[in-house]
Each structure stands twice: as structure tokens, then as C-alpha cells.
């Protein structure tokens, strides 16, 4: 007879709960970063829309706001640096978010930025309607 204490682990149905966790962590990390960075996209009264991004950590000179109109998409992304400060442990990590303007009803050309205190914002202007125009019949 062994004197080895078998330990009971918790389980549903008959794996682990642990393995139910952590057992396929590349994909759990994958799943939990895929919404990185956090982004609010909302309307004004004006008309324009605006869409917010909490970069805690990275500075105005790491971002990059590239517009293509022929899409009529707008892409923010950023490169991560190991650079400078390794000892602070605010998770940066590089990304790349697209916004596509399907109604096409935005002046993606003519939108600005602002980032202060981590908070990117991105305005973007509503396009000018166009108005009936009358011919004159020689």
C-alpha cells in the first residue's frame, strides 16, 4: 500500500478546472487583447463623429493616422518601442484599428486630433450636403 495522498481537483465534466482556464493560453491571451486599444465612437450634435482611444503610456509622436479616401476608411496604429523605461509595467503593445465610413456621409479629409493625458480623439467632420443645382436653358 502506497502512503502518496492522491489530491481530488475540481473538474467539469472531466477536465480541470484549471485546464478549463489556462489550458490554451495563447488563445486566451489572443481573445483578451483582441479589442486593444479600448475605443468609443460616438456622434455631436453638429453632426461630425468622434472616436476616442485610451493609449495609456504612449505618446502623440508613437501614433500614426493614416486616411485613405478612396476606401473611405481611417486606420490609427502604433508601433510599440522597448525603448527608454523598461521598469514601468504599462502593457503597450503595438496595434492597428480600421474604421470604414460605409455611408460615406464623413469628410475624412478634413478631420483633426487631439491627444492629451492618453486620450487620443479623432473628429471627424459631416460632408457638406449637396444642394440642387438649376441650369439655365440658352
Excluded: W
Excluded at 10 to 21: A, N, Q, T, V, Y
Excluded at 29 to 44: C, E, L
Excluded at 54 to 66: C, P, Q, R, W
Amino acid at each position: 500500500m502506497s502512503n502518496l495522498v492522491k489530491y481530488h481537483t475540481p473538474s467539469l465534466l472531466g477536465r480541470s478546472i484549471f485546464d478549463e482556464l489556462f489550458g490554451d493560453f495563447p488563445s486566451l491571451a489572443r481573445k483578451s487583447t483582441q479589442g486593444y486599444p479600448v475605443a468609443d465612437i460616438f456622434s455631436n450634435e453638429d453632426g461630425s463623429t468622434t472616436l476616442e482611444f485610451a493609449l495609456a503610456g504612449f505618446s502623440k509622436e508613437d501614433l500614426t493616422i493614416e486616411i485613405q479616401p478612396e476606401k473611405s476608411s481611417l486606420t490609427v496604429k502604433a508601433e510599440a518601442t522597448t525603448e527608454g523605461d523598461t521598469s514601468r509595467r504599462i502593457a503597450r503593445r503595438s496595434f492597428q484599428k480600421t474604421f470604414v465610413n460605409y455611408d460615406s456621409n464623413l469628410d475624412l479629409t478634413a478631420c483633426s486630433a487631439d491627444f492629451h493625458n492618453g486620450l487620443l480623439s479623432v473628429t471627424i467632420p459631416r460632408k457638406e450636403q449637396l444642394q440642387p443645382v438649376i441650369i439655365d436653358i440658352n
